[in-house]
C-alpha cells in the first residue's frame, strides 16, 4: 500500500506543480489585461478627445452653414418679392391698358349704335319715299292705260 501511496504523493506533487504553473500563467495573463486595459482606456481617451474636437467642428460647420443658407434665404426672399412688385405692377398696368380698351370699346358701340340707329331711319324714310314713288307709278300707269283705252 505504501507504494500506492508513494503513487498518489508523486501525483498531488505533479498536480501541485501543475497548479502552480497555472497560477503562475493566471498572473501573467492578469498583467497582461491590466496593460491592455491601460492601454485601451488610454486609447478610448484618445478617441473621445479626437471625437469631442470633430463635433465641435462639425457644430461650427453647421452653424456657419446655418447663416449662409439664413442669408441665401433672405436674398431669394428678397428676390422673390422683387418679381412679385414687379408682377403686380404688370397686373396693375394691364388692368389700366384693358380699362381703357373697354372705354374705347364701349365708346366705339355707342357711335355704332348711333350709326345703325340713323341707318334705320335713313332706310325707313327710303322705304316711305319708294312707296310714294311706287304710287305714283302706278298712278301714271293707270293714267296711261286709262287714256289708251280712252277712258278719260
Known amino acids: 500500500m505504501e507504494e500506492g501511496f508513494g503513487e498518489l504523493r ?52 453647421l452653424k456657419e452653414g446655418r447663416k449662409e443658407a439664413g442669408a441665401q434665404f433672405d436674398k431669394l426672399t428678397d428676390k422673390i418679392d422683387d418679381v412679385k412688385d414687379r408682377v403686380e405692377k404688370g397686373q396693375s398696368q394691364t388692368a389700366d391698358k384693358f380699362e381703357r380698351i373697354q372705354v374705347r370699346m364701349d365708346g366705339g358701340q355707342k357711335e355704332l349704335a348711333e350709326k345703325i340707329d340713323s341707318v334705320k331711319e335713313s332706310l325707313g324714310q327710303a322705304k316711305v319715299w319708294a312707296l310714294g314713288l311706287y304710287i305714283g307709278l302706278a298712278g301714271a300707269l293707270l293714267l296711261v292705260i286709262a287714256h289708251g283705252f280712252k277712258w278719260l
Open 10 to 61: 508523486a501525483d498531488v506533487r505533479h498536480i501541485r506543480s501543475e497548479a502552480t504553473d497555472i497560477k503562475a500563467d493566471v498572473r501573467a495573463t492578469n498583467v497582461r489585461l491590466d496593460e491592455l486595459r491601460k492601454d485601451m482606456n488610454t486609447n478610448v481617451q484618445v478617441l473621445r478627445t479626437e471625437f469631442g474636437k470633430k463635433l465641435d467642428d462639425v457644430g461650427n460647420d
